[in-house]
Structure formats: structure tokens, C-alpha cells
């Protein structure tokens, strides 16, 4: 009689040492990657570096093998949460909560924050967590409450001082976490909050005329409220908010912004909320337009008509 044959397990399986060389060069090839990108922005801080640097971390979970690069890397989490947030078009309060939960895990003075700063300045990311920041901010006032009290406000400040900072971060590398100017910022968005009030009612802003003095203060004291100025203009150009945009214009003053680089990132900026926009708005465009001549703007003229007349 025939003996039965017991089948034997097959042993486990050991990853060749093929796989491994080819796993070791993939994150050999990443880190020079990486570096590459660190040191471009860190002497041209042009902001394509930190959409290669977002965006390789998010291919490499769709290449073979490539999860295991990414695990390795600091800012893995964050290109998880940003994924998803690009797919929507709008960062959810869950991934801004994250965000920020993943900014303060970072140890003190680590080199992993100027990583997260240079992926947080994804020109995309930037866009939908400044629309985060107005549209919340208009929410606040249909519904009447105060900004400082409202904790989704705090959890974009932490995110976006990262963001605003990551210059400074990489040029000195300095990687001592940056604290937000709450003062300031309070101010700012209070001031704000009080001219989207105004344009709602249909009055003008008188209050934050007269406190002009405070805001202009609160834009040399806080970074945040510096950038954030952009956003809020190019909304108000898309409501037609003329009162707005001058008093914004006016507390930005002339010293700040009287760059080659400002003019072209207000330009910038103009163009990319403008797509909701009135198409005729000829009060805008001109307050514009004597804001950019008394700042001395060569050639901000043509690039607003353009924006304004396609």
C-alpha cells in the first residue's frame, strides 16, 4: 500500500538579497532626491521644490515597493492627509487637526520641521489652507461669534506659521518651532471680521477705519496676518468689496510690499481667486491700481487690466 505523502509547508519566505540592494538603492535614490530639493529651495526658494517634494512622497505609495521608502520619511503622515485633501479640493478640520498634531510631535530644533515647512508650501496645499482660513472666517460672522474662540481658526494658525516661516526655516536652519502672534492675529482677524460685517449690511467700515492705527501694527507684528492679507484682498475683489481692499491696501503700507516679488505674488494671488469673480469690476481694479502707482509697481498696471478683462 502506497505510504500518503504528507505535504510540507514551504518555508517562509526571506526577501532576496536582490530585493534588498534594489529596496536600499530606491532609498538611497530618495535621499539625494531629497537633498537636491532641500538645497534648491534653500538658495532659490522657489516654490516647485516643494511641490517635487510633496508630490514625490505621494507617488511613492503607487510604485512597486515604494511604501517602504515611504514610511522611512518624516513626512510620510503628511502626504497621507494632503492626498486626500487635493482629491477633495478642500482641506477637511480632521486633516488640519492632524496637520497640526504632526507638527508638534516633531522633537525641538529637528531637522524633520524644515521638511514639513517645505511640503506645507506646496503652492496647491497653500491655496486650500488659506481658503480654509477666509471661508471659516466668513462662517464666524453669519454666525456672529468671536475668531479667538473658535479652535479650527487656532489649529490653521499652528499649521500656517510652518508654512509662512519655512524660509526662514531652511535659509538659517533654524528649526526651532515657530509660535504664532496670537495678539496680532486676533486683531487682524477681528478687523477683517469686522469688513466682511460692514459689506454684508451694506455700510462702511468705519470701525476698522478708525482702527487702521491697530491693524497696520498687528501686519509688522505677525507673519500670518502679513500673508493672510493677500487672501482676504483677492476676496474682496471677488465680492466687490471696494472699502476693504483700501483699507487692507492702506495698513499694508508702501515699505512692506514695495518688491518686485510682492507685486508679482499679489498679481499671482488675484489670479487665482479671481475665477468667481464679477466680471466687471471697475472700482477694484482701479483702487488696485493707485495702490500699485504709489508703491512704485513698474508694470502691475498691465497685469491687473489683464486679469480684469478677459
Known amino acids: 500500500m502506497a505510504k500518503s505523502l504528507k505535504r510540507e509547508q514551504a518555508p517562509p519566505r526571506i526577501p532576496s538579497l536582490k530585493y534588498q540592494r ?10 539625494k532626491a531629497l537633498e537636491l530639493m532641500r538645497s534648491g529651495y534653500t538658495h532659490t526658494f522657489d516654490p516647485v521644490f516643494c511641490r517635487l517634494r510633496l508630490d514625490l512622497m505621494i507617488s511613492l505609495t503607487y510604485q512597486a515597493h515604494g511604501d517602504k521608502v515611504y514610511k522611512k520619511d518624516p513626512c510620510s503622515q503628511l502626504a497621507t492627509i494632503v492626498e486626500a485633501s487635493f482629491k477633495n ?3 477637511a478640520a480632521t486633516g488640519v487637526k492632524s496637520i497640526a498634531k504632526l507638527i508638534a510631535s516633531v522633537p525641538a530644533n529637528h531637522p524633520a520641521l524644515g521638511d514639513v515647512a517645505m511640503c506645507l508650501s506646496h503652492p496647491d496645499l497653500k491655496l486650500l489652507l488659506e481658503k480654509e482660513v477666509v471661508k471659516l472666517l466668513g462662517s464666524l460672522v453669519e454666525k456672529k461669534a468671536i ?8 489649529d490653521l494658525d499652528k499649521v500656517l506659521v510652518v ?24 486683531v487682524f482677524y477681528t478687523a477683517v471680521a469686522s469688513m466682511i460685517a460692514s459689506k454684508l449690511l451694506g455700510e462702511s467700515p468705519e470701525l476698522v477705519q478708525k482702527n487702521s492705527k491697530q491693524l497696520k501694527n498687528a501686519l509688522k507684528q505677525s507673519i500670518i496676518a502679513r500673508e493672510m492679507t493677500l ?3 483677492a476676496r474682496a475683489a471677488r465680492q466687490g468689496d471696494v472699502n476693504s481692499i483700501k483699507v487692507l491696501l492702506t495698513a499694508l503700507g508702501k515699505q512692506e510690499v514695495s518688491t518686485r516679488q510682492f507685486a508679482n505674488k499679489f498679481v499671482d494671488t488675484l ?3 479671481k475665477k468667481r469673480a464679477p466680471q466687471k469690476l471697475e472700482g477694484v481694479k482701479k483702487e488696485v491700481l493707485k495702490w500699485a502707482s504709489r508703491c512704485g509697481f513698474e508694470g502691475v498696471d498691465q497685469k491687473v487690466a489683464q486679469l480684469y478683462n478677459r
Do not use: G
Open 22 to 31: 534594489r529596496l536600499e538603492e530606491a532609498l538611497s535614490c530618495t535621499k
Open 89 to 91: 479640493n478642500q482641506i
Open 147 to 154: 475668531p479667538r474662540t473658535f479652535q479650527r481658526i487656532k
Open 163 to 186: 508654512l509662512y516661516k519655512a524660509k526662514h526655516t531652511m535659509q538659517h536652519q533654524d528649526f526651532s518651532k515657530p509660535k504664532v502672534e496670537e495678539t496680532a492675529v486676533q
Open 231 to 233: 487672501p482676504f484682498i
Open 271 to 273: 489670479n487665482r481667486w
